[in-house]
C-alpha cells in the first residue's frame, strides 16, 4: 500500500536560515512525487514535482527538494527562508504502477520562520 | 483566469439535512477530486471522478454521494448519513492526461454543525 510520513508536526526556523521539511514514502512501484503549501483558510497550492531525471528538483518561491530513493525520501528545502514562507506543508505520492489518479498525502508539517 | 470555484466558503448543516458543496472549473481538466481535511490528518479521499458520468469511491466514501454530469462541475452532497460532517472540503482537478500532473485546489468549503 502506498503511504507518506511527515515525521515532524512542526519545523521552526530563523528568517535567513537554510529550512528542511522532511517526508518518506512507501510505493510497490516507482514514485511521482509532490511538495504542496497550504496557507489558512486556502487551497493547495502546488510547489514542485518528481518524475524522474535529476534527484535534486525546483520549484516555485525558491524552493527544491531532494529524491533519495535509497532512502525513499523527498525532503523540502530552501537555502534562506522568509517569514512569508509560514504556512502547512504537503508531501504527496502517486505509485507509477497505480492506473487511478489518486494521491496519497502525507498530514503535513506546519513550518514557522520567526523575524 | 483560470481556476478551481468553491462554493459555499461556510456552511452550516442541521441535523438530518442533506447539504450540497459545489465545485466548478474552467481549467478544461477531465479529472475532479473531493477531499477531506481535518486538523493533523492531512487530507483524505472521499470521491473521484476521471471522466464525465463516471466516478469512484476514495477512502472515506460513506455518508457522501456526488454526480458528475458536465465536465466542469462535481458536485459533493453530504447526507444525514455522515455523522460527523464538520471538516473543511476541498475540491481539486487535474489534467488527466498522464499521472505525473498535479493536482489544481479550489480554497475550500468550510462545514459545520449547527
Known amino acids: 500500500a502506498q503511504s507518506v510520513a511527515q515525521p515532524e508536526d512542526q519545523v521552526n526556523v530563523a528568517e535567513g536560515n537554510p529550512l528542511t521539511v522532511k517526508c518518506t514514502y512507501s510505493v510497490s512501484g516507482n514514485p511521482y512525487l509532490f511538495w504542496y503549501v497550504q496557507y489558512p483558510n486556502r487551497g493547495l497550492q502546488f510547489l514542485l514535482k518528481?518524475?524522474?531525471?535529476?534527484?535534486l528538483v525546483k520549484g516555485s518561491y525558491g524552493f527544491e527538494a531532494e529524491f533519495n530513493k535509497s532512502q525513499t525520501s523527498f525532503h523540502l528545502k530552501k537555502p534562506s527562508a522568509l517569514v512569508s514562507d509560514s504556512a502547512l506543508y504537503f508531501c504527496a505520492v502517486r505509485d507509477m504502477e497505480d492506473s487511478s489518479y489518486k494521491l496519497i498525502f502525507g498530514s503535513g508539517t506546519r513550518l514557522l520562520v520567526r523575524p | 483566469d483560470g481556476g478551481i470555484t468553491q462554493s459555499p466558503k461556510y456552511l452550516f448543516r442541521k441535523e438530518g439535512q442533506n447539504v450540497t458543496l459545489s465545485c466548478e472549473q474552467n481549467?478544461?481538466?477531465?479529472?475532479m477530486y473531493w477531499y477531506r481535511q481535518d486538523p493533523g490528518q492531512g487530507l483524505r479521499l472521499i470521491y473521484y471522478?476521471?471522466?464525465?458520468?463516471?466516478?469512484q469511491k476514495g477512502d472515506i466514501a460513506e455518508g457522501y454521494s456526488v454526480s458528475r454530469e458536465k465536465k466542469e462541475s462535481f458536485p459533493l452532497t453530504v447526507t444525514s448519513a455522515q455523522k460527523n460532517p464538520t471538516a473543511f472540503y476541498l475540491c481539486?482537478?487535474?489534467?488527466?492526461?498522464?499521472?505525473?500532473?498535479?493536482?489544481?485546489f479550489g480554497d475550500g468549503t468550510r462545514l459545520s454543525i449547527l
Open positions: 481549467l478544461n481538466h477531465d479529472a
Open positions: 471522478s476521471q471522466i464525465v458520468n463516471d466516478f
Open positions: 481539486a482537478s487535474s489534467m488527466g492526461q498522464g499521472l505525473a500532473d498535479p493536482q489544481h
Open positions: 518528481y518524475i524522474t531525471g535529476d534527484n
